[in-house]
């Protein structure tokens, strides 16, 4: 049974010239891509993506972070591949959470610039997919 799940290379992965990489190890894992797309974020969609956080102390922080320049946004698709990706992405803290051999764990230093987002659950990859591929 195959799934969806909403990627995105943040702007610091953009920046940093990880799109590639990122890709590429989702190609390895064996999942594909269903649909890819770089563009600016609204604030609005920015605002709608991260909701769950809104009365979090760094959600204006995180809402300038992912408006401050392009991101990748994918729908990735297989077997598991909401649980397989955030496997590949690694824990949010990318020192003491992510492990090496994770995107995070691998290439980023601080919890706010983790270079890439996966879906949390099928509720979130619906309500996100549905953010930011509504033609999907
Ligand atoms: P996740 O991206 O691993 O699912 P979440 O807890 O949903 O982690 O947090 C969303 C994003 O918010 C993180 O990926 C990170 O960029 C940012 N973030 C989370 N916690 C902090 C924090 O304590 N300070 C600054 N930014 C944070």
Do not use: C
């Not at 803290?93 to 601080?110: M, N, S, W």
Request: without cysteine; negative net charge; aromatic residues 6%.
């Amino acid at each position: 049974m195959s799934e969806r799940t909403l990627v995105l290379v943040k702007p610091d992965g953009v920046k940093r010239g990880l799109v590639g990489e990122v890709i590429s190890r989702i190609e390895r894992k064996g999942l594909t891509l269903a649909a890819m797309d770089l563009r600016n974020v609204e604030r609005s969609v920015a605002e709608e993506h991260y909701a769950e956080h809104k009365e979090k102390p760094f959600f204006g922080e995180l809402l300038e972070f992912i408006t401050s320049g392009p991101v990748v946004a994918m729908a990735v698709e297989g077997p598991r591949a909401i649980t397989a990706f955030r496997q590949l992405a690694g824990g949010t803290d990318p020192v003491e959470k992510a492990t090496p051999g994770t995107i995070r764990g691998d290439f980023a230093l601080e919890t706010q610039f983790n270079l890439v987002h996966g879906s949390d659950s099928a509720e979130s990859a619906e309500r996100e997919l549905k953010l930011w591929f509504p033609d999907l």
